[in-house]
């Protein structure tokens, strides 16, 4: 899809009536476990940043069952050039990962960027009947990465699949790491990093997840308010960032009301089986794996085992909050790049086969 004219966030389909009155809730994420209030002397510029600064075009996708959006950055030559797929945090959108993509092709400037909009974040995805579709478990999240995946490269008129790096942040994490076990990408895969989330972390915080939800605002005057509500209560730390990311957090249901456009309430009864037996998933996935954390002490028993034994790379984040790639999105992509590098295979040169040599008249 060509270049369009900015737009403050992606048109989706229409949504019904009865959804706009719902009870909706932002969460930053599973591994929250509570809401700093925002000082009120603090003024914080709020100005909206338009995500075609930082992607160069969204597409929207559709296959028989259902309908997806996604930010792209393609990559220049998909024979060689990688392409990071990013996946947000439950309540989040594809574009937490907008200044994350800008870094990534400051150091390489040929690889691409895949930001995926999960169903009903940052756009509705309906089934084959017409009805939105809120079955949020883990494997239908990660079926549903893997379709935008194919529908992108079918979209684009690609030859063949890039090299794939997969990227999740929180929520995210979980649903990377499900495709990164399944092993379906086969080589293409070429490594995984999961951003700021861990099985035992997580699942300590849903005791206080409802808390947390009800903690939250319901909704805003303004785009502009949303804003600087985040980054007053140091919800997303580096406030470039949020002026991209949360407007695609929000609709219009009435003039001058903005609400939330996830209603994470509804997600209730998957955050169990989101992130129960993750860290075994984790070890298990078949690529080279990256654990990007604000804190060690998020390392949970199976964690620190598999770190012991020299099973993934570990890199902290003091600085950051738990929006690792928004707080910090320089240092997310210096990681992110080196890690590839580290792991791509393409970028070995092999001895030539005997049968080559003989062919081309040499001793052996």
Not at 131 to 146: I, Q, T
Not at 214 to 226: G, H, K, L, M, Y
């Amino acid at each position: 899809m060509a270049k369009t004219a900015p737009r403050l966030r992606p048109t989706p389909p229409q949504i019904p009536e009865e959804d706009v009155e719902g009870d909706s809730s932002s969460a930053s994420s599973m591994s929250s476990t509570g809401t700093i209030v925002p000082s009120e002397d603090q003024h914080i510029a709020s100005t909206i940043t338009p995500w075609l600064e930082y992607l160069d075009e969204e597409l929207f996708l559709a296959d028989q069952q259902n309908s997806y959006h996604v930010y792209l950055a393609a990559p220049k030559d998909i024979t060689k050039d990688p392409l990071f797929v990013c996946h947000h945090g439950a309540g989040s959108s594809g574009l937490s990962f907008a200044l994350f993509a800008l870094h990534v092709r400051k150091r390489l400037p040929n690889a691409g960027i895949l930001a995926v909009d999960a169903r009903n974040h940052g756009s509705v995805v309906f089934d084959a009947t017409g009805k939105r579709s809120d079955d949020y478990s883990r494997e239908v999240l990660a079926a549903d990465l893997l379709k935008m995946l194919r529908l992108t490269e079918t979209k684009k008129g690609w030859s063949c699949m890039p090299n794939i790096v997969l990227i999740g942040h929180s929520l995210g994490g979980a649903v990377v790491t499900e495709v990164a076990k399944s092993g379906i990408l086969g080589s293409k895969l070429v490594a995984f990093a999961v951003i700021d989330v861990v099985e035992g972390s997580a699942m300590d915080a849903l005791k206080s997840m409802r808390t947390y939800l009800s903690n939250r605002p319901s909704s805003f005057p303004s785009q502009e308010e949303a804003i600087e509500w985040h980054v007053r209560s140091r919800t997303i730390r580096n406030p470039q960032s949020a002026q991209i990311s949360v407007p695609s957090l929000l609709r219009m249901s009435k003039p001058s009301l903005w609400t939330w456009l996830t209603d994470l309430s509804s997600t209730q009864p998957y955050w169990q089986e989101w992130f129960t037996g993750m860290s075994r998933n984790f070890l298990a996935g078949k690529a080279a794996k990256l654990l990007l954390l604000a804190g060690t002490d998020r390392l949970d028993r199976d964690l620190m085992i598999g770190q012991m034994q020299g099973k993934f790379q570990l890199q902290v984040f003091p600085e950051a909050g738990h929006f690792v790639q928004e707080d910090s999105p320089e240092k997310t992509a210096e990681a992110m790049v080196e890690f590839y590098k580290r792991n791509d295979r393409s970028a070995l040169a092999l001895p030539p086969k005997v049968s080559e040599l003989l062919a081309q008249g040499k001793r052996v």
